[in-house]
């Protein structure tokens, strides 16, 4: 979502890919990271001559949805001769969410001369000195030569290369008529509708694939999710298949600092005339004032919801929209979610595990009922802005991202046997090591333990308590940790994710935790003396006390270097009173702790707590894939607040107080997590 509002910059790019160790997948059958002998292939076709040398748009096409709205898409197709050649060809469409028209622009500009080939791999070469502390500066350009920005963009070199290419403002917003659902039902039904009117046309094979970046990614998951025959590929590039889990309401926490300002910039872009529909001498008086009366009948979507939960003071002056966002029966929570184990289409996914949305997409990936060659997952160690991408098409790294796109389209739109079904089914920045493939994820090598929370000082951590962690259980008595809610959190990699990485060019905060850990709970094991992996979900099981009705657990993991940096690797987050959990949808490992708890979130199911009184909860911490280097050590951070990541909407901090919170360590009743290791950590 804010990928595509950050293209008025060109820095909107981030990663961390500090390490290269290309792994080669176990399975024969897969090439490694870099593509194997076929990756050559791929490239040469991006970057060798094109069939077609000219593009012809139509712009401003009016398409009347079922119910009398008119949408508005842009038709662009490749030819010689002065035309647009007459032949039916495989057709990528993109539903936007900001306008087609910005887009477009940006889009065109990418095609001048000397922007692509000259100016981006200029700016990719700028970064910050070695020790300055603002290295993180050089992660974000260095992304502009690995093809994610003609992946986000409307690339017309994929017409030039014989497909025909539409772009719909989806509904509600940028020249579309009606009224922004975010994410609603009629935005799946007119993505329907909007792929039936494709295939009928003249210029079409019937043959679809479905693309997008952040906001339009969800959009390109949704609309597969109903197993249209017609949609032959999908993919999707820091995309999401359930934004409650990601960001709108993790654990219960409203993601604030995103939820804060994307609405309000979607409501601006929709405003945007229709330009386009003068200049294609397409201007239709009559659907341009009902355009109007649209926007002036809901000129500010859900910014009323955002209002009422900062704004109410207790759940029952929660206004039916907001009550909402916490029911998950209700049509707005399920309109969040992808039906991912619906999508049967060939699918490729790239994210990073720091993205707004790297909560969830390797459960996206598994969820797909779909064989591993026509299934990929790309995850980098970065954020929204890049997903960590820095190096790809370099030597020994995964190919450019436009490169892989435009050979997951050949193969699955034109047939072509080009290799692509062979290449990695997984592929990752292991978070403490390099890239590696993989099969499945998590990594079968990893298997499932308790690290127990003590109070054994570990000697390695300058926070309000210094405790140890370990295999076995060494807490000698009661004893209760306090920790209040701070504005350290600011200073922090979840900061830098919530923001989509820009904050990320200050290293003390996005590539160490020390400064938050002042505020917080650490617990330390002994280095590790051979590289150990951490692959999956993890689970904090906490024994905690409260001095009011309700409160707010933060959970991170974190890899600790020899010279003492804590370099988070993982979070979670969980509002007491809303700990219900799913447990049909919950994961266990085989001596029954929880792998994944997944909460219900409901509003009318929540608990609030009995002050004194301890309660044990279980707090999902987002699934990874980590390696501790020999000398290294795991440890586990525990706070009370986590702004702006997330934010508890009002009734719950007015009960809550901001009051401080208290972990307590029991032998009758130990915290630990259900962490997967490849190897025991040693006591």
Not at 53 to 61: C, K, M, N, S
Not at 286 to 295: E, T, V
Request: proline fraction near 7%; aromatic fraction near 8%.
């Amino acid at each position: 979502m804010f990928a595509r509002k950050a293209i008025v910059v060109l820095v909107g790019f981030a990663a961390v890919a500090l390490f290269v160790r290309p792994v080669a997948a176990a399975d024969p059958e897969f090439t490694g990271i870099d593509g194997g002998p076929y990756a050559a292939g791929w490239t040469a076709a991006v970057d060798g001559p094109q069939p077609y040398a000219q593009i012809f748009p139509d712009l401003a096409e009016p398409v009347t949805m079922s119910d009398g709205t008119v949408i508005k898409l842009d038709v662009t197709r490749p030819g010689n001769t002065g035309a647009p050649i007459d032949a039916k060809l495989p057709t990528i469409v993109e539903f936007e969410t900001y306008s087609k028209i910005a887009i477009n622009l940006a889009s065109v500009l990418l095609q001048v001369p000397g922007v692509e080939n000259v100016l981006l791999p200029w700016i990719g070469s700028i970064g910050a000195p070695a020790g300055s502390g603002l290295e993180g500066i050089t992660d974000l350009t260095q992304q502009l030569r690995s093809g994610a920005l003609q992946t986000f963009l409307h690339n017309y070199d994929l017409v030039k290369a014989g497909y025909n290419m539409v772009h719909v403002d989806i509904r509600g917003t940028g020249t579309s008529q009606g009224k922004w659902q975010m994410f609603g039902d009629k935005e799946r039904q007119d993505a329907s509708e909007v792929i039936d009117w494709i295939t009928k046309q003249p210029w079409s094979d019937g043959s679809v694939a479905v693309k997008g970046t952040s906001a339009t990614g969800i959009a390109a998951l949704r609309s597969a999710d109903h197993g249209n025959p017609a949609i032959k590929a999908v993919f999707t590039y820091i995309g999401s298949g359930d934004l409650v889990d990601d960001i709108v309401a993790p654990g219960g926490a409203v993601g604030f600092g995103f939820a804060a300002f994307w609405p309000m910039v979607v409501n601006l872009a929709k405003f945007a005339p229709d330009v386009e529909s003068v200049i294609a001498g397409k201007f239709d008086p009559a659907q341009q004032l009902k355009w109007l009366q649209d926007r002036l009948a809901d000129p500010l979507t859900m910014i009323d919801v955002v209002a009422n939960a900062y704004t109410a003071m207790n759940t029952g002056q929660l206004t039916p929209g907001t009550h909402d966002l916490l029911d998950p029966d209700s049509d707005l929570r399920k309109g969040f979610k992808a039906d991912s184990q619906n999508v049967t289409a060939p699918s490729f996914m790239v994210s990073g595990w720091w993205d707004l949305f790297g909560s969830t997409p390797t459960d996206t990936y598994r969820a797909m009922p779909q064989t591993a060659d026509r299934k990929k997952l790309v995850v980098g160690e970065g954020f929204h802005a890049g997903a960590g991408v820095k190096g790809f098409g370099d030597p020994g790294m995964p190919p450019r991202l436009d490169v892989m796109q435009r050979a997951w389209f050949d193969k699955w739109l034109k047939g072509i046997d080009n290799g692509i079904d062979h290449y990695s089914p997984v592929t990752m920045m292991q978070q403490g090591g390099g890239w590696i493939s993989a099969d499945s994820y998590p990594q079968v090598e990893s298997d499932y333990r308790r690290m127990y929370l003590s109070d054994q000082r570990s000697g390695t951590a300058n926070s309000l308590y210094d405790g140890g962690l370990s295999s076995t259980p060494q807490q000698g008595g009661v004893n209760d940790l306090t920790v209040a809610p701070s504005v350290l959190s600011v200073c922090s990699r979840d900061t830098s994710r919530i923001l989509a990485g820009v904050p990320s060019i200050i290293m003390a905060c996005g590539d160490d935790s020390r400064i938050w850990e002042n505020n917080g709970l650490s617990f330390t094991s002994s280095p590790v003396t051979q590289a150990t992996t951490i692959s999956g979900a993890i689970n904090a099981h906490l024994n905690t006390v409260l001095d009011q009705p309700d409160g707010y657990w933060v959970v991170t993991v974190n890899d600790v270097s020899p010279d003492g940096r804590s370099r988070e690797i993982s979070s979670g987050q969980l509002v007491a009173s809303l700990r219900q959990i799913d447990e049909s949808r919950s994961t266990k490992s085989a001596d029954g702790d929880y792998t994944r708890p997944v909460y219900d979130l409901d509003i009318d199911k929540r608990q609030t707590v009995t002050p004194g009184q301890p309660l044990v909860l279980d707090i999902a911490v987002d699934p990874t894939d980590a390696v501790l280097q020999p000398g290294h050590r795991l440890r586990v951070d525990v706070y009370a607040s986590n702004f702006p990541k997330g934010l508890p909407p009002m009734p719950i901090l007015i009960d809550s107080k901001l009051a401080p919170q208290h972990l307590r360590l029991d032998p009758a009743e130990p915290s630990w997590v259900n962490i997967p290791l490849s190897a025991d950590i040693p006591e």
